[in-house]
């Protein structure tokens, strides 16, 4: 049995807007269903948790939400700022930057400050809301990425 395929410009056409469609919305889906590592509801629940970070494993001590009530004539930004406290479990801290094995996300690289085994980060998402789609939801899960 023998069938003939005839391919008319109006089929190719289709097909090709539905391919372009497919390769340019297929990222930005996969990006969209990833959970939001910069976000307070992300790193609440593992407060007293142990986490790996490279070499050494820390716990999550605390989550503190730094947003306020805005004063009289303030503008009121709804963006998220936290704070994660960590405690230095085994290793060491690296001097600047940490990378956290979240649960749901993988490697999470924060900028940290430390002491006496004692790390603090910070995330403020000011401002997050004016960056382009792609760029606010960064593949390499970096704060400055």
């Given at each position: ?41 992300s790193w609440t629940p593992l407060v007293g948790q ?8 820390v716990r999550l001590e605390s989550v ?82």
């Amino acid at each position: 049995m023998e069938t003939s395929y005839k391919l008319s410009r109006r089929t190719l056409l289709i097909g090709g807007a539905g391919a372009i469609v497919l390769a340019v919305a297929g990222p930005l889906t996969s990006q969209a269903s990833e959970p939001d590592v910069f976000t307070l509801a992300s790193w609440t629940p593992l407060v007293g948790q142990q986490l790996a970070a490279g070499t050494a494993v820390v716990r999550l001590e605390s989550v503190e939400d730094l947003r306020r009530a805005p004063r009289p004539g303030e503008h009121v930004d709804p963006a998220e700022r936290f704070r994660l406290g960590f405690s230095l479990v085994s290793g060491a801290f690296p001097p600047e930057t940490i990378a956290i094995s979240h649960p749901r996300s993988g490697a999470v690289n924060l900028f940290i400050t430390h002491n006496d085994g004692k790390a603090t980060a910070v995330i403020d998402r000011r401002g997050a809301t004016l960056l382009p789609p792609t760029a606010a939801a960064p593949s390499s899960k970096g704060p400055n990425s």
